[in-house]
Nanobody, 112 residues
Framework: QVQVVESGGGLVQPGGSLRLSCVVSGSIFSIATIDWHRQAPGKERELVASITMRGITNYADSVKGRFTISRDNAKSTVYLQMNSLKPDDTAVYYC??????WGQGTQVTVSS
């Protein structure tokens, strides 16, 4: 049974940083693409960043230059480093493994 667990969310002031983690168990982590998505209140869920098994990354225009996705296959973990955070980044952040398995989400709130 595949399990996806996110952590690292919280409250941060504008301009601050957070690092989210996504740990996957129950599957072969190294061969899958992994995505971070987010959903703000009243809005649709959107793709934030993705990373393939070869380490090829892709970012939404709104986070390019501020967010960095990375993976540690030995730890079955994907990270999302978020810098220069803005209030518009406030959302629940979800990790998706292999295009089908979702975590429960972690709340990120950017506010002064």
């Amino acid at each position: 049974q595949v399990q996806v667990v996110e952590s690292g969310g919280g409250l941060v002031q504008p301009g601050g940083s957070l690092r989210l983690s996504c740990v996957v168990s129950g599957s072969i982590f190294s061969i899958a693409t992994i995505d971070w998505h987010r959903q703000a209140p009243g809005k649709e869920r959107e793709l934030v960043a993705s990373i393939t098994m070869r380490g090829i990354t892709n970012y939404a225009d709104s986070v390019k230059g501020r967010f960095t996705i990375s993976r540690d296959n030995a730890k079955s973990t994907v990270y999302l480093q978020m810098n220069s955070l803005k209030p518009d980044d406030t959302a629940v952040y979800y990790c998706r493994f292999d295009n089908q398995y979702w975590g429960q989400g972690t709340q990120v709130t950017v506010s002064s």
